[in-house]
């Protein structure tokens, strides 16, 4: 995957799959050469949770759940439970990192595959919370927010756990 937020054309939606594309692969960069033990670690004491490892596990979840659940309108097989609500992030303790992050890349790569074919105006299967069915043009930029939003967690995680710094 290229890492570039520059479209290759400035019609909408592929200026928003640019910046998801670039999101998503700024969260691949930022893991390059990082060690499974650095990338458990989690330096904040409340959290045991917030380490970069959990981070891209949950990051490979929330496309899942947008893009396979919410907006497909499939069931629902993830990592979470009611016991354990934070499933994709617990299991991630024991994976490594480079499967994480191969799991991550086919995730993204499938979802890419899927917006490819679709209409920024087509409407999801399931309801939001308020009982509206949503866009794949609110999935995109939703998951362009929420995975931004990581990688700025990973970028602080990743510096202190080994210094490296940069975009």
Known sequence: MTR??????WDEKTTLTTFLDYARSTVLHK???????????APLPGSP???????VNHLRWVEYWWFQVMFLGEEEDA?????DP???MTVALTLPLADILADYEATCAKYREL???LDLDALS???NRAGQRFTL????THMVEETSRHNGHIDLLREMADGVTGS
């Open 4 to 9: 570039t937020d520059v479209p290759t054309s």
């Open 31 to 41: 893991c390059a050469g990082l060690s499974d033990e650095d990338a458990r670690s």
């Open 49 to 55: 949770l917030t380490n970069i490892a959990s981070l």
């Open 79 to 83: 990592p979470w439970t009611e016991e």
């Open 86 to 88: 934070d499933g994709e």
């Open 115 to 117: 917006v490819a074919g």
């Open 125 to 127: 299967e399931r309801k």
């Open 137 to 140: 043009r609110w999935v995109i």
